[in-house]
């Protein structure tokens, strides 16, 4: 299986901050990865796919880059909304597998 | 306006049986690959499984922890896809959601997902 091991775990910020959250996976994945954000009590919401392509809708602030073994997501400016928990996730071979998460809180 | 509704979740003893629906609208859903992702209390999403479109005959796949306790259907006329779960342990806990397979260049993204129901499996 594909382990995809993200970091920090936890992370504290202040509106308007750069906030950028790392996935590293334990084998070459080309850019077949996904950001997804997850509010609380909420279903999670696919933010950015192929490593660096912005899901329709999604804000501009956020980007994606990296492939083989090493993505970053950056979120440029944070806002309010944007406090959530992130999780990336691999689209090479199954069992597909999610990151750890990360949770975004306010500082 | 696409939507995934989940339902069937509920308290059920070890050893016992489930079946979750998911009733989609707003798009063809035979076209569709559709997957089951679930989130045990206050931990992270794990995926389950998948049913792929008609067009590669609603073929199925598992994580190995599920393998052979689990199953998934379709009902075209339903537009709903189901997750028959059996031999439940307590570690299928979990909030299960339904999402539907976004495919560009052969890969699939969740996009969107249901807003998820609960199974609790405890005695």
């Known amino acids: 299986d594909i382990q995809l091991t993200q970091s920090p775990s936890f992370l504290s910020a202040s509106v308007g901050d750069r906030v950028t959250i790392t996935c590293r996976a334990s084998?070459?994945?080309?850019?077949?990865l996904a950001w997804y954000q997850q509010k609380p009590g909420r279903a999670p919401k696919l933010l950015i796919y192929?490593?660096?392509t912005l899901q329709t809708g999604v804000p501009s602030r956020f980007s994606g880059s990296g492939s083989g073994t090493d993505f970053t997501l950056t979120i440029s400016g944070l806002q309010p909304e944007d406090f959530a928990t992130y999780y990336c996730?691999?689209?090479?071979?199954?069992?597909?597998?999610f990151g750890g998460g990360t949770k975004v809180n306010i500082k | 306006e696409v939507q995934l509704v989940e339902s069937g979740g509920g308290l059920v003893e070890p050893g016992g049986s489930l079946r979750l629906s998911c009733a989609a609208s707003g798009f063809t859903f035979s076209d569709y690959y559709m997957d089951w992702v679930r989130q045990a209390p206050g931990k992270g999403l794990e995926w389950v499984g998948r049913s792929r479109s008609k067009a590669k005959r609603y073929t199925t796949e598992f994580v190995a922890s599920v393998k052979g306790r689990f199953a998934i259907s379709r009902l075209e006329s339903e537009n709903s896809v189901y997750l028959h779960m059996n031999s439940l342990k307590i570690e299928d806990t979990a909030i299960y959601y339904c999402?539907?397979?976004?495919?560009?260049?052969?890969?699939?993204?969740?996009?969107?997902w249901g807003q998820g129901t609960l199974v609790t499996v405890s005695s």
């Open positions: 084998q070459g994945i080309n850019n077949y």
């Open positions: 996730q691999q689209d090479t071979s199954f069992p597909l597998t």
């Open positions: 192929s490593a660096s």
């Open positions: 999402t539907r397979g976004f495919r560009l260049n052969g890969r699939t993204w969740f996009d969107p």
